[in-house]
Structures are given as C-alpha cells and as structure tokens.
C-alpha cells in the first residue's frame, strides 16, 4: 500500500543551524502539506502547497520556513535558523487532486522529530 | 482563529468499557470533521463526517456530527487495550480559491488509557 514516507525519523541540530525535512508523498498526489506538533500539545498546520507554489501558510511559517518541490519525488520543509521553540514533531501529508465537494483524505508520513539545542 | 476543542483531554478506563469523546468547533469554511487515531507516530484517519446525524459506525468505533451545535462525538464501545491512544477531532476547511487546498485544523486530543 503506497505511504508518505520522511527522512530523517530524528533530526537533533544547534540553535541557529539550518534543517532540512524531506517528504515522499504518495506518488499520485498533487496537494502537499506540513504540519508539527510541539510535545505535548495539539497538531498545527504550516502549510499546504499545490502546483508548485504554497496554498496557505499559517502565522507559525514566517520567513525561517521554507518549502520546495526540488525534483517531482520530493517535498522539503526547510528552517533557516532554527529556534528551541522549532522541536517538534514534524509531519508531512498529502492527498489526491480535490474533486467538487468531496473530500480527498490526508496521508500523514510518521514524522521527523526535530530536537533544537 | 479557527478553533477545534476536545474534551476529555484524558480518560482512563477498564476493558469493556463505553467511552464518549466530544469535540466542538468554531471554523469558517467547515467541509467536514475528521477522527484520527494517533498512537505512536502519525495520525491515521477514522472517520469523516460532512451530514449531521448520519453515524458513520466501524467496528466498535462510531460518530456522529451535529452542525447545529458544531459538535461531534465519537463512541468506542466494550473498548481494548489496543484502543489506547490520542484520538484527535480535526475540521476540514477547503480554501476554494486555491486550488481546492485544504487544512486541518486539530483540537489538542484525548488520550485514552484503557487498562486491563
């Protein structure tokens, strides 16, 4: 059965490194979205990506976040300078093309735990 | 702000038991509430929930959505100990004028403990 897969499952990093989290979404799938959640506390969406070119963005992904579509395969999130309030578990979901009025399910991958010291 | 509310954030039961989730909502744009089940890692999807008081029903699991109270329930009956996890409650808000790109907006969860 096709999955969304991520890389690294544990990322740890220094305050101020830049981080990249890498996605395979499903191969079908044309919408892509990011999401973390802070240990302890509720998921958040970051953002979601279609056509090349982010959707919507949350007030969490100001300007230290950045996603891209490098190759056709993969979906990265990227944080410039990471903060200690970046740890968090980071998951990536995508879904099929949105048709009318019926909803296209959400994969989520098993997350990227990232670890600011 | 879009807003999902859970309750009870955590619940400890015996097997067997019958255990009620709630969840409520405050979103513009409401497509559909969705359960997922998160255990160690990622969420995975239950039920979606777009009618009010239509059941979508699996197994012991059920839930129903009513949009006149923008509430939901989800019932786990003569629950196991494999129930144990967070279940979270998300809405579903579709941005029409983006591609049809949809987000997730989730409540903070309930963490079930069923104990043998």
């Known amino acids: 059965e096709p999955e969304v897969t991520q890389t690294p499952s544990h990322q740890v990093t220094q305050m101020g490194q830049e981080v990249i989290l890498r996605c395979v979404p499903i191969?079908?799938?044309?919408?892509f979205y990011w999401y973390r959640q802070i240990l302890g506390q509720k998921v958040e969406f970051l953002v979601s990506?279609?056509?090349?070119?982010?959707?919507?963005k949350s007030e969490i992904f100001d300007d230290q976040f950045s996603v891209e579509r490098p190759d056709g395969s993969n979906f990265t999130l990227k944080i410039r300078s990471t903060k200690l309030e970046d740890s968090a578990m980071y998951f990536c979901?995508?879904?099929?093309?949105?048709?009318?009025?019926?909803?296209?399910?959400?994969?989520f991958g098993p997350g990227t735990r990232l670890t600011v010291l | 702000e879009d807003k999902v509310v859970q309750s009870p954030l955590s619940l400890v039961v015996h097997e067997g038991d019958t255990v009620t989730l709630n969840c409520s909502y405050e979103v513009t744009n409401f497509r559909s509430l969705l359960w997922y089940k998160q255990e160690k890692k990622a969420p995975t999807f239950l039920f979606m929930l777009t009618s009010s008081g239509i059941e979508k029903k699996s197994g012991r699991l059920s839930s129903i959505l009513d949009k006149k109270e923008l509430s939901s329930i989800l019932n786990i009956t003569a629950t196991q100990t494999g129930d144990s996890a967070i279940y979270l409650c998300a809405v579903d808000s579709i941005l029409i004028t983006q591609g049809g790109s949809e987000k997730l907006v989730f409540g903070k969860g309930t963490k079930l403990t069923v104990n043998p």
């Open positions: 990506f279609y056509n090349n070119e982010i959707s919507e």
């Open positions: 979901a995508s879904s099929e093309e949105a048709s009318g009025n019926s909803y296209n399910e959400q994969f």
């Open positions: 191969s079908n799938h044309l919408y």
